[in-house]
C-alpha cells in the first residue's frame, strides 16, 4: 500500500506539471483552432530564463519566475503577430507546421543565447523556501509524511498549478477578456460582430501558453531543479493528455492530466517488479498507450467537441 500511495503522491505532481502544458496546448486550439507544436520550445526559453534571472543575476527566486513568465509571454504574444498572423486564412496543416518550424527556431536561439549546459534554478534544495513541518522535513526540502516521501518541488508544482488554473478558470469566467476569449472559441464570426477583437485573441491566447509553458519548466526535473536543452521532449509527453482530454477541452485536459500522470507513475513503480520483460523506459511511453486506448473508444477524446458532417 505504502508503494502505491507514494506513486499516487508522485503521480499527482507529475499530473500538475502535464496540467500546465497542456493547458497552454488547449488555449491556443481553441482561440485559433491550429494544435502549437512550439510549445516544447517555449518551455526551454522560459525555464532557461528563469536559470539566467536566479543564478546569472542573482535575483530572488520569486521575481526570476515572474521576471521569465514576463518574458516568455511577450515573447508568445511577438510570435504571434510576427509569424503566425500573416498566415490567418490559410489551411490548418500550413499554420501547424509553422508552428514546428517555430519550435526549431526557438530552441536554436535559447541555445545560443543560453548555452547547451544545464543550469539550476535558485540553489540547492528548496528554492520556493516552503516551511512546511510536517513529519520530519530536512534540508534538502524532503517531507516525510509516515513512511511517504515528498520533495518540496513536487508538492509546489500541485500547489502552482491548482492556483493557475483557480486562477485562469476565474479569468477565463468573470473577466471581459476572458469572455472575449471564450465567445472567440465558440465562434470567431460571431465574436467579431460583437466588437471582440479576434486577433488581439489570438496574441493573447499564445502570450497565456508561453507563460504556462515557462512554469512548467520549474518542475519537469523535481529531484535536481535543473533545466537541459534536451528537456524540450518532455513538453511532447502533454500531446497525449491535449489528445486524451479533447482538444478544445480545458476540463478534459485537466481529467487527462490526472490519468497520465498517475498511470504513468504508477508504471514506473510497478513495472520493473511485475513486467521487467519489457525492459527500461516503458513509462516514457505511457502516455501514448493511454491516449491509443482512448481514441478507439473515443475518438473526440474523453470531452472533445464531436463533429459532425453531413454528405
Not at 500500500?1 to 507514494?6: G, K, S
Not at 491566447?205 to 512548467?216: D, H, N, P, R
Request: without cysteine; neutral net charge; glycine residues 10%.
Amino acid at each position: 500500500m505504502t508503494v502505491f500511495l507514494q506513486a499516487v503522491l508522485n503521480g499527482l505532481s507529475l499530473a500538475a506539471v502535464y496540467a500546465l502544458l497542456a493547458l497552454g496546448f488547449v488555449i491556443i486550439y481553441k482561440s485559433m483552432q491550429v494544435l502549437s507544436f512550439a510549445q516544447p520550445a517555449l518551455m526551454l526559453f522560459g525555464g532557461y530564463f528563469v536559470v539566467y534571472f536566479a543564478t546569472r543575476l542573482g535575483f530572488n527566486f520569486y521575481l526570476a519566475v515572474i521576471l521569465a513568465v514576463v518574458v516568455a509571454g511577450l515573447t508568445g504574444l511577438l510570435i504571434e503577430r510576427s509569424f503566425l498572423r500573416p498566415m490567418v486564412g490559410k489551411p490548418v496543416f500550413a499554420v501547424a507546421i509553422m508552428t514546428i518550424g517555430i519550435d526549431l527556431v526557438v530552441r536554436v536561439v535559447t541555445g545560443n543565447l543560453f548555452g547547451t549546459e544545464s543550469g539550476g534554478m535558485g540553489g540547492t534544495g528548496d528554492p520556493w523556501g516552503f516551511k512546511l513541518f510536517i513529519g520530519n522535513a530536512d534540508a534538502g526540502g524532503t517531507l516525510q509524511l509516515g513512511d511517504l516521501i515528498l520533495n518540496q518541488r513536487r508538492f509546489a508544482a500541485i500547489v502552482v498549478a491548482t492556483v493557475v488554473i483557480l486562477a485562469l478558470l476565474a479569468f477565463f469566467r468573470y473577466s471581459r477578456i476572458g469572455l472575449a476569449m471564450r465567445a472567440t472559441a465558440f465562434d470567431q464570426e460571431v465574436a467579431l460582430t460583437q466588437g471582440v477583437s479576434v486577433s488581439s485573441v489570438f496574441a493573447l491566447s499564445w502570450a497565456i501558453g508561453a507563460a504556462l509553458a515557462t512554469l512548467a519548466a520549474l518542475f519537469i526535473s523535481p529531484n535536481t531543479g535543473t533545466i537541459e536543452v534536451n528537456m524540450f521532449a518532455f513538453a511532447l509527453k502533454a500531446l497525449p493528455v491535449v489528445v486524451i482530454g479533447g482538444l478544445d477541452s480545458i476540463g478534459g485536459a485537466l481529467i487527462a492530466a490526472l490519468i497520465v500522470g498517475i498511470a504513468e507513475s504508477l508504471t514506473i513503480a510497478y513495472q520493473p517488479q511485475y513486467a521487467a520483460f519489457l525492459g527500461s523506459n516503458v513509462a516514457q511511453v505511457m502516455p501514448y498507450l493511454v491516449m491509443f486506448v482512448v481514441l478507439l473508444v473515443r475518438p473526440y477524446g474523453l470531452f472533445g467537441t464531436k463533429e459532425v458532417e453531413r454528405v
